[in-house]
């Protein structure tokens, strides 16, 4: 027990003294996560809007095809994005395996089918009469799409913000596909198993708390949306 | 004459294949008020859809002013208007609720005046409820910011689908006011669907029944539901509750609807009414004495049991009887007059 307190006083330590490779992590995470959640939500709102606002012959299987997406597991999404970018996969000629960017196609993969389903049953869940009412009050076409978004925009908020936290917290993608390279690809979970391995629990501690400080956040906020 | 605002040609309307409005031709007139009655299940609502152009008719078609409309045309777009039943508000402030209208037809940015007028014309303080949330508010209150939503757009047509089904008695009046204000202030059309046949009754120029999608008159009818019961003879008989019972001719089926003409029936003092072969007598009690708009005419409301007959009163009986409400009646009427659907 002694040992994991002595990691959390040093964790504070590591964290306020600004340690060099515990903040490497933090920053190399937030840039493969952003970029994971820009494009993931660029391309899955309007996708989960259109899939769950309209009706069309195949909306059944898509959906199902989405939902099972879900459960992929990560270390697949890793495997298979590796076998790409790799010199001898199709991409290997952008360079992708063992950085960042990589990492952040990645992530995109993985986040893609939350924000899709999360977003479709958010739309799905709008009350049948507010089309109704658009209309009633003169919207065009546009308008009524753009106004049914704006109306469950708390639902897919709370996609994007679910999806965030799934890919913050994440190991297989990073791993396989970043590498693990210290001050260049190295993340918060893949820096926490790797130190872990050492022995090193005050390096662990340290970013396993700012992972809790992030996904506390992240469900502060989606707690507020859901009471919206 | 006029020219009609609305024309309806051999509208058919589906649901999941089934027919639920079936309409060969109907007109509706400029500046007029419509009114559609009939029970749950005739089609009013589906009806009022078709003529806000919220969605398209499975057949047949709705001119306006004499051209074709379809869903999201300029020329319906924020002239033609519907309010539904249940209150429905976006997730925003009241203010935001009604000033929708004036921002998606991309009128002036100056939104407060006609905004706070149509609050006012509903009977909402514009100071105490323009900045509330729409779940700040109370279904009567809701219902007369929605109203509100629509008024402000100075609708050329507005289609109002029970508006008083779901609010209290006093959101109740504001509303039927607001909505009658329309007309006289701008020259709205309005079309009214209500349960509520005395208010439709007393303010529509034209009341248009429906059952079963099918349009089956206009003006006071009496409508009387089954099932039946078979009496001696072949006699039928619907129970009227207090004892009372109102013979008819042998329905279709169990099921089936009678339809009386109130013209059909003949208004006597108890004491004159004599049994004739073919005529049936029911006694009742006038509950109330109106002015049938569309002829002119004075109408009784007869009280049977639980329910309520109307019956057309013929000027010089008016003269030759006593007629004044809580007065013992009789209703005479012949077997055949009964039309059944």
């Not at chain 2, 039943?85 to 939104?111: C, H, S």
């Amino acid at each position: 027990m002694d040992f994991i307190l002595a990691g959390f006083i040093q964790a504070i330590h590591l964290l306020f003294g600004g340690d060099a490779q515990t903040w490497s992590a933090v920053a190399a995470t937030l840039k493969a996560s952003s970029g994971s959640m820009a494009a993931s939500l660029l391309i899955g709102v309007p996708a989960g809007f259109l899939l769950g606002y309209f009706d069309f012959p195949t909306k059944r299987q898509l959906r199902l095809l989405v939902d099972t997406a879900l459960a992929l597991p990560t270390v697949f999404i890793g495997l298979m994005v590796y076998a790409f970018i790799t010199n001898r996969g199709p991409l290997g000629q952008f360079d992708l395996l063992f950085t960042l960017r990589g990492i952040a196609i990645g992530q995109t993969i993985l986040a893609l089918p939350v924000v899709i389903a999360l977003s479709a049953t958010a739309v799905e869940s709008m009350d049948r009469h507010l089309r109704t009412l658009l209309i009633s009050l003169g919207a065009s076409r546009t308008q009524l799409l753009m106004s049914s978004l704006w109306e469950v925009r708390y639902g897919v908020l709370a996609a994007g913000l679910t999806a965030y936290g799934r890919v913050m917290t994440e190991v297989g993608i990073s791993m396989m596909v970043g590498g693990n390279i210290k001050w260049h690809t190295r993340t918060i979970t893949t820096a926490i198993a790797l130190e872990t391995g050492k022995g090193m629990f005050a390096t662990g501690i340290a970013l396993g708390v700012v992972l809790i400080v992030i996904a506390f956040s992240v469900n502060v906020c989606l707690s507020f949306l859901r009471r919206r | 004459m006029s020219r009609a605002l609305y024309k309806v040609e051999n509208l058919i309307h589906h649901y999941n294949r089934q027919p639920v409005v079936n309409i060969e031709d109907l007109t509706i007139k400029p500046a007029s008020i419509t009114g559609l009655a009939g029970p749950n299940g005739s089609g009013k609502s589906t009806l009022l859809k078709l003529m806000a152009f919220i969605m398209r008719p499975s057949k047949g078609r709705i001119l306006i002013n004499g051209h074709p409309a379809f869903p999201f045309d300029e020329t319906v777009r924020s002239q033609v208007t519907l309010l539904t039943q249940e209150p429905y508000l976006m997730r925003r402030t009241v203010f935001n609720n009604i000033a929708y209208g004036l921002k998606v037809r991309g009128d002036r940015k100056d939104w407060i005046e006609p905004v706070h007028e149509a609050l006012t014309m509903v009977g909402l303080d514009p100071d105490r409820f323009s900045n509330r949330y729409w779940n700040e508010l109370s279904g009567g209150e809701a219902q007369r910011v929605a109203l509100a939503a629509r008024l402000v757009l100075k609708p050329r047509v507005l289609l109002l689908d029970e508006p008083t089904a779901s609010v209290d008695a006093a959101s109740s009046e504001l509303i039927r006011t607001a909505s009658l204000s329309a007309r006289s202030e701008w020259g709205t059309t309005l079309v009214i669907a209500s349960h509520d046949r005395e208010w439709l009754y007393d303010v529509c120029d034209e009341v248009i029944h429906l059952f079963e999608g099918k349009v089956v008159g206009t003006g006071r009818s009496n409508m009387i539901f089954g099932p039946w019961v078979s009496g001696p003879g072949d006699r039928h008989y619907k129970d009227l509750g207090d004892g009372k019972r109102l013979p008819v001719s042998m329905p279709p089926h169990t099921e089936a609807t009678a339809f009386i003409d109130p013209g059909a029936i003949q208004l006597l003092a108890r004491d004159e009414a004599q049994a004739r072969s073919g005529r049936v007598l029911v006694n009742g009690t006038v509950t109330r004495l109106s002015l049938e708009k569309e002829r002119g005419q004075l109408l009784a409301d007869v009280r049977v049991g639980t329910h309520s007959l109307a019956v057309r009163v013929d000027e010089s009986h008016l003269a030759a009887m006593t007629l004044h409400r809580g007065w013992p009646v009789t209703l005479a009427y012949r077997l055949d007059s009964i039309q059944w659907r």
